[in-house]
């Protein structure tokens, strides 16, 4: 009974541990996009932690008759850690080329009279 409850709530904190890393890949000003990196770096590797540990409770058999437990990594925490960090991973890598190459040359443009 207790490891019914204990899944929706580490469900829940695995969500909750991506949320910071996309917030702070993308939605903090004034700091340079290597410091964004490294930050970013850090708070996957906590949410990584939380999933992990979630997707263990996922994959713990239980005493149901006919239950089938899971792989590890085929557990739904875990499927949504590594599909979150690829989107945030190439969002990144979109918005910082479009950072690098495409605002100063467009900046460039918009003040010529």
């Known amino acids: ?8 709530l580490s ?8 949320y910071p ?4 890949a993308f939605f903090v000003p004034g700091i340079r996009w290597e410091e964004r990196l490294w930050m970013a770096l850090l708070r996957v590797g906590f949410a990584g ?10 994959s713990w058999p ?3 008759p006919g239950f089938q437990t899971e792989p590890l990594l085929s557990t739904l925490p875990i499927r949504l850690f590594f599909w979150t960090v690829l ?3 190439l969002l990144f890598a979109l918005s910082w080329y ?6 100063p040359w467009a900046r ?3 003040c010529r009279l």
């Open 49 to 58: 932690c939380v999933c992990f540990s979630s997707g263990i409770l996922y």
């Open 98 to 103: 479009l950072d690098v190459y495409y605002v």
């Open 11 to 18: 469900f829940l904190l695995s969500i909750l541990s991506l």
């Open 108 to 110: 460039r443009d918009c």
């Open 1 to 8: 009974m207790l490891l019914e409850l204990l899944r929706p």
């Open 87 to 89: 989107g945030v991973a």
């Open 21 to 24: 890393v996309m917030m702070n």
């Open 62 to 64: 239980t005493h149901v």
